[in-house]
């Protein structure tokens, strides 16, 4: 009988479609391989160049000084300008031998100052560098279950760029940098320890018993839980969803929250906030690519951090967002999504907190407590790691000049907390330990999504996705740029999974775009066009990251919910719709109008 039962699954995958876009998916990719020829394409970067004190030229990128090791040269003298400008016939001759990249130093027209560029050779696949992303979606929709759809992705990117041997040329590669290493430093060992000892010392659990018994009342009040932890922990999307997600769910559970809920109430206050808010790294980070040569208001650093003060009142999808998602914890949100009430009904009505034929992201082991016997939990436990955790980022935050934060050093003070308070209080070494390896098994298969979705975006980044579709951008009316950009954003992020790479790829794009469309169509306020294109990519960025499934924020607050990923996914997407069309309708409005 068994034989037979697994005879017929078997068959049965062989005829779903997932199966069918593998085999045509991975078949198409490996032909291509062989006979795609990549793009060529010149990009230019306008940079804020400074001489420091030994005479080396630098630009500002994160709050630091990022040092030139190009030698200036001329625009009559740059290679890859000519070869820019060459016609298709003449490519070939001029095309470059190992030349990668020059810093070209423009002079002003009364000569006293230079403004620089950084003139890079790039290659894209054209429509093609989108191909691994589609496959990793689709496989996502189709089969639910992330890892194998990453999986897919990666080998039809790696098979697109000519790699046979995909281990050894694109995942060890990935496993092997500093981003990959503080993956399963962070989300492994310390997010998974931590969680661990609290589910081992019944931490998290008394707390939200805590909580329940002084401030909630109800779902609606824990749902604001959430939401307002969202906001106050505004460093960054990926810090955010970790933090509220696994403060707040043991508080959720408790009410009968569906898993779907609170992923999209964590997942919609962790980058709109982070972006709105500019007492975190998003200002340091975003002002080094909108320097525009011959532009005032963006000169200098100073001038571009005012800019982006200013600018992120028109950033009206983040706002939209959160103020939606407020609505929704009182049910009071003008539109929810079929799927999204659906949820909410069955956990109120069923206790079921996840679809009968979900899988969560986060493991059986960290969903109950197991606590040994005779020692009694405290919220003190789960508190005070909790304010080391939030005392030691905001403390390198602001040691490091508000630009950058020690995420992985306040992690560790956490969990070296939390143990330490367990063993104070009598626990033994063997418990703290299980707890720990049960927290490190409870997070392995998120992990894993994630390293493989940071592979994903590193192959679709060498493929030239991102530089693709924002290169599509063409003289268009000023009123409908803002848009544009919106839409052109939004599925660089989301076909990429992240919103900082998007600002490396679009704003050096966008931002010499508007000025330029200012100038030729003869708006009368230039300084708003521009400040409405920059709202337009961050807010672009922002929706593309938070929906894309292969996004590490979107794994993320799965992960940290006890979420399934595509249900996660699907039941935030439309929310988030809803507010991209309204911030899209707004900018719109004020182009027509006030520009």
């Known amino acids: 009988m068994t034989t037979s039962t697994n005879t017929a699954s078997n068959a049965a995958f062989f005829q779903k479609p997932a199966f069918w876009i593998i085999c045509v998916g991975l078949l198409v990719a490996l032909v291509l391989g062989f006979n795609l020829s990549p793009t060529p394409y010149v990009e230019i970067v306008p940079r804020d160049v400074v001489e ?5 030229l630098a630009y500002s990128q994160k709050g630091k000084l990022v040092e030139i090791a190009l030698k200036p040269v001329t625009p009559e003298g740059s290679v890859l300008l000519k070869f820019r400008d060459a016609s298709e016939a003449d490519r070939s001759a001029t095309l470059p031998d190992g030349l990668s ?3 070209v130093r423009r002079p002003s027209a009364d000569g006293a100052s230079n403004s620089y560029e950084v003139v890079s050779l790039r290659h894209h696949y054209r429509i093609w560098s989108l191909f ?7 496989l996502c929709w189709t089969t639910r279950e992330p890892l194998s759809a990453l999986l897919g992705g990666v ?3 790696a098979f697109l760029l000519g790699h046979r041997n995909v281990v050894d040329a694109v995942i060890v590669q990935e496993l092997a940098t500093t981003r990959a290493a503080e993956v399963i430093i962070l989300y492994l060992f310390l997010l998974g320890g931590i969680l661990g000892i609290w589910s081992r010392t019944g931490a998290s659990h008394a707390f939200a ?4 018994d002084r401030f909630v009342r109800g779902p609606n009040s824990a749902r604001f839980v959430a939401w ?19 403060t707040v769910k043991p508080l959720s559970d408790r009410h009968k929250i569906s898993h779907e809920e609170l992923a999209y109430i964590v997942d919609s206050t962790a980058s709109p906030i982070a972006s709105q808010i500019p007492l975190n790294a998003w200002p340091a980070y975003v002002q080094s690519f909108i320097f525009v040569a011959g532009v005032p208001f963006l000169a200098t650093q100073p001038d571009r951090m005012r800019f982006y003060l200013m600018s992120i009142l028109f950033c009206w999808y983040a706002t939209f967002a959160v103020l939606q998602t407020l609505l929704f914890c009182f049910d009071k949100a003008p539109w929810v999504a079929p799927k999204l009430r659906r949820a909410t009904e069955r956990a109120r009505t069923t206790g079921e907190l996840d679809a009968p034929d979900a899988e969560p992201m986060a493991a059986k082991e960290l969903e109950t407590a197991d606590v040994p016997a005779g020692y009694k939990p405290s919220p003190l436990e789960f508190v005070v790691p909790l304010v080391v955790l939030i005392a030691v980022a905001i403390g390198t935050f602001i040691i490091s000049g508000f630009t950058s934060l020690d995420i992985i050093l306040a992690f560790t003070a956490a969990l070296v907390c939390a143990a330490g308070m367990a063993l104070l209080k009598g626990m ?8 720990f390896g049960n927290g490190l098994k409870g997070v392995v298969m998120g992990a894993m999504v994630l390293l493989l979705a940071i592979s994903l975006g590193a192959v679709t980044k060498q493929l030239g996705a991102g530089t693709y579709v924002a290169g599509k951008l063409s003289d268009i009316p000023f009123w409908m740029l803002p848009v544009t950009l919106q839409l052109l954003t939004m599925l660089i992020a989301f076909s990429t999974g992240t919103s900082w790479g998007t600002y490396a790829v679009a704003f050096p794009l966008a931002m010499p775009l508007g000025w330029e469309i200012a100038q030729t169509q003869g708006v009368d306020n230039p300084y708003l066009l521009m400040m409405l294109c920059f709202a337009a990519v961050m807010d672009g960025s922002v929706f593309g990251d938070q929906c894309s499934p292969i996004s590490d924020t979107t794994v993320l607050s799965s992960m940290c919910c006890g979420c399934d990923l595509m249900d996660h996914v699907k039941t935030q997407i439309p929310q988030a719709l809803l507010a991209a069309a309204a911030a899209g309708i707004c900018w719109t409005v004020v182009a027509l109008v006030f520009v």
């Open 209 to 212: 018993e805590w909580v329940s």
């Open 228 to 246: 307002l932890l969202g906001v106050l922990f505004f460093q960054g999307g990926t810090v955010s969803t970790v933090l509220v997600g696994s």
């Open 428 to 435: 033994r070494l063997n418990d703290l330990i299980g707890g």
């Open 132 to 138: 691994p992303a589609l496959i990793a979606i689709l």
């Open 155 to 157: 080998v039809a990117g």
């Open 52 to 56: 420091q004190a030994d005479g080396n």
């Open 101 to 103: 990249s020059e810093l």
